[in-house]
């Protein structure tokens, strides 16, 4: 079953949605405002949104039919988000690792996934905030909109409506551990290109090779190939 609620207005769809996680049979239940006023991002960063020009959507998924590991599911969502924006814009569409989505170099989607009980099911809980129609980033360089990277309005509320629909197809069949990530490494944003990255407050340079099924991302740095898990490393774009 799978339904769909709205807010004028909310701190984070993240931490409201458990209000609407009413029923046993709640396998995708969504939640949209086009107003957030405390969105969170991944690792505690704030995801700031213009009120009425953004969405911020969150779906909440039981887990009792997620056979895949956390990281896996991480990068299928952001696969599938992906795909739904690529097909919306007609442009390439990239992950950038782990899971920001970059339209023509600029962020256009933040994904925040967290995992919590809510009366006695176990539920991922899928925050994804998606520039649409905001037209200046001034404190944020390397952000962008729907708007900006492609020049197309989109209506919010179609916008909506379809998202929910394509991600809750995409998660009644998620295909192999392989299969998604083959398809992660496909999109990963700036693979097999010198890039510059900060580690440990030192500028370096190096060449993403792949993402691997523990969450970790190699990159072929000047003196060997090394790993990194989710805040050892940033990439400089």
Not at 3 to 19: A, G, M
Not at 38 to 48: A, E, H
Request: proline share 1%; with cysteine; hydrophobic share 40%.
């Amino acid at each position: 079953m799978s339904q769909l609620f709205y807010l004028k207005e909310c701190l984070s769809t993240n931490d409201e949605i458990s209000k609407f996680l009413l029923y046993e049979n709640s396998d995708f239940i969504g939640l949209h405002t086009f107003n957030q006023t405390k969105g969170r991002g991944q690792y505690g960063n704030v995801w700031t949104q213009t009120a009425g020009k953004n969405l911020a959507y969150t779906l909440a998924v039981n887990t009792h039919n997620i056979l895949c590991s956390d990281f896996i599911f991480n990068y299928y969502t952001a696969i599938i988000v992906r795909d739904y924006l690529a097909n919306l814009a007609d442009y390439d569409v990239k992950i950038k690792w782990p899971n920001d989505i970059i339209l023509k170099g600029k962020k256009i989607v933040g994904i925040l996934i967290e995992k919590k009980k809510i009366n006695q099911n176990n539920y991922f809980i899928i925050g994804t905030g998606i520039n649409v129609l905001q037209d200046k980033f001034e404190a944020i360089s390397n952000a962008g909109s729907l708007l900006t990277q492609t020049g197309q309005q989109f209506d919010l509320e179609d916008l909506t409506l379809n998202f929910h629909e394509f991600l809750c197809e995409k998660l009644k069949n998620i295909p192999s551990d392989q299969e998604i990530l083959e398809s992660f490494n496909k999109n990963l944003f700036r693979k097999d290109i010198i890039s510059v990255f900060e580690i440990e407050k030192e500028r370096q340079n190096g060449i993403i090779r792949r993402a691997d099924d523990k969450g970790e991302l190699w990159i072929e740095m000047e003196d060997g190939m090394r790993s990194f898990y989710h805040k050892e490393v940033k990439l400089l774009y």
